[in-house]
Nanobody, 114 residues
Framework: QVQLVESGGGLVQPGGSLRLSCAAS????????MSWYRQAPGKNRELVAT???????HYVDSAKGRFTISRDNAENTLNLQMNSLEPEDTAVYYC????????WGQGTQVTVSS
């Protein structure tokens, strides 16, 4: 059964850090480009960062220099280290394939507020 389980969210002050994790019970995780997405209240879900099977990474402009995506193919885990968080980063964060082919998990809430 395909399952994506995100964790690691929480409430953090501006300038703080969080590390998100995604446990991916999916077939062929190691050869799948994986991504982190986020959805803020009243907005569409947007792509934040991607990592290919070879480890190449891509970030949206707002995440460059602050977020780092990584993966552990042995553990089928996807991570997102988020530093220098801003209130605009407040959203529910989800993991999925770049192609969005897996069923969405429940996401993890990130709230950046003083």
């Amino acid at each position: 059964q395909v399952q994506l389980v995100e964790s690691g969210g929480g409430l953090v002050q501006p300038g703080g850090s969080l590390r998100l994790s995604c446990a991916a019970s999916v077939y062929n995780f190691r050869i799948t480009s994986m991504s982190w997405y986020r959805q803020a209240p009243g907005k569409n879900r947007e792509l934040v960062a991607t990592i290919t099977s070879d480890g190449f990474t891509h970030y949206v402009d707002s995440a460059k220099g602050r977020f780092t995506i990584s993966r552990d193919n042995a553990e089928n885990t996807l991570n997102l280290q988020m530093n220098s968080l801003e209130p605009e980063d407040t959203a529910v964060y989800y993991c999925n394939a770049l192609s969005r082919k897996f069923a969405w998990g429940q996401g993890t809430q990130v709230t950046v507020s003083s």
